[in-house]
């Protein structure tokens, strides 16, 4: 079976996010970035499928170099075989753009199946993955939390609310966005890490696939939370207060 993985860089979640002066993005010079969590768990359910049915994972992501290799080193390390990189510097806001890159770059492979995380951790479009199946011609679900191959085919489960859960079959070749939780991620090994750097990475830029950047989302402006504290100590005996409480709760917090 060949799996192909996709994978993004988002800023680490206790990072202090300082907006551009432009107002449209974030400052990006002094961010660290992570693996998007939710693509944790996509490599690993890519890796357990090879491990049980044999084949390769590829793992690809696009943006800046620097970051890149750090990224793809990661799921390199934990097992998976070879490498795409994507050379693109500027962020993009559209996810349909960001699919017909990946697209460009995935075709070629031919994989049984491409794995993405339900959703990216900085836009949280959850869009990328669903787009990127329509491009490529497959089957697709989202919210997957178990993946079983059988012959020609794929046994999924799907999360919904309430704690419910859907069973599907679908044909294969599948796109299919993983959700966070979907089993315990490994950490890679020191062996892992030194033989990451003898795998095969292959690089290439957005101009390189003959894709055109012309995205139809437009990010007009970004806005910092405003931070405010206000405290009211609500007076009156236990009964009188709890009825405040429950009024306030309701009618000015809106959560009940």
């Known amino acids: 079976m060949k799996i192909v993985l996709c994978m993004k860089q988002v800023p680490l979640k206790d990072s202090q996010i300082k907006i551009t002066s432009d107002g449209v993005w974030v400052d990006e010079k002094n961010l660290n970035y992570e693996i998007n969590e939710s693509d944790h768990y996509a490599l690993e359910a890519g890796l357990r499928l090879k491990e049980k049915h044999g084949g390769e994972v590829i793992a690809i992501s696009m943006g800046p170099a620097a970051r890149l290799k750090q990224a793809i080193s990661q799921a ?15 962020p993009i806001f559209d996810p349909l753009v960001s699919a017909k890159i990946l697209a460009a770059a995935i075709k070629p492979e031919n994989p049984d199946l491409v794995l993405t995380g339900l959703q990216s951790d900085d836009l949280g479009f959850g869009q990328t993955g669903v787009v990127l199946a329509e491009l490529l011609g497959m089957a ?6 178990e ?23 679908l044909p294969v070749p599948a796109v299919l966005t993983v959700q966070s939780g979907y089993a315990p991620i490994r950490y890679a090994t020191i062996k892992g890490i030194m033989e990451a750097k003898k795998k095969p990475l292959k690089e290439m830029t957005v101009a390189d696939l003959g894709v055109p950047m012309a995205e139809a989302v ?22 009188s ?16």
Not at 140 to 145: E, I, Q, S
Not at 241 to 256: D, G, T
């Open 76 to 90: 390199l390390a934990k097992g998976a075989d070879r490498a795409l990189v994507i050379n693109h510097d500027q």
């Open 140 to 145: 697709h679900a989202t919210l997957v939390m």
């Open 147 to 169: 993946i079983q191959a059988l012959e020609n085919k794929l046994k999924i489960k799907r999360e919904l609310e309430s704690g419910w859960f859907q069973y599907i079959e």
């Open 218 to 239: 437009k990010m007009h402006k970004m806005c910092a939370p405003v931070k405010s504290k206000k405290t009211q100590i609500l007076q009156g005996d236990a009964k």
């Open 241 to 256: 207060v709890a009825k405040q409480l429950a009024e306030k709760l309701k009618n000015e917090a809106k959560v009940i």
